[in-house]
Nanobody, 127 residues
């Protein structure tokens, strides 16, 4: 079993930055994909970014490309999402999740294909 815990959310002004953390515990296998998803009020959950543990490849949704950076500290079993130049449209609850199967759900932003989820952390971008 895997447990995920997000932290780092908060209130930030437009143009500001935040770094989210996702601490993972349990058995984390090399083929897993760790992703960040977000859900804004009244909207469906959408994929933001993915980190492939097998080779360190990263993927970003078009809406965040160039502004967000996903990274991993393997010693701490933690994945980060550095968010820069934040916009009000980035306001959402951000979740980290793990895709344990050999699929491509994270890369396609399919939240239904993810196997483990954290509880989420709220990010509010407002002046």
């Amino acid at each position: 079993q895997v447990h995920l815990a997000e932290s780092g959310g908060g209130l930030v002004q437009p143009g500001g930055s935040l770094r989210l953390s996702c601490a993972a515990s349990g058995v984390i296998r090399d083929h897993y994909v760790i992703g960040w998803f977000r859900q804004a009020p009244g909207k469906e959950r959408e994929g933001v970014s993915c980190f492939l543990l097998r080779d360190g490849s990263t993927f970003y949704a078009d809406s965040v490309k160039g502004r967000f950076t996903i990274s991993r500290d393997s010693a701490k079993n933690t994945v980060y999402l550095q968010m820069d130049n934040l916009e009000p449209e980035d306001t959402a609850v951000y979740y980290c999740a793990i895709e344990a199967s050999y699929g491509s759900s994270c890369l396609h932003g399919y939240s239904s294909g993810m196997d483990f989820w954290g509880a989420g952390t709220l990010v509010t971008v407002s002046s």
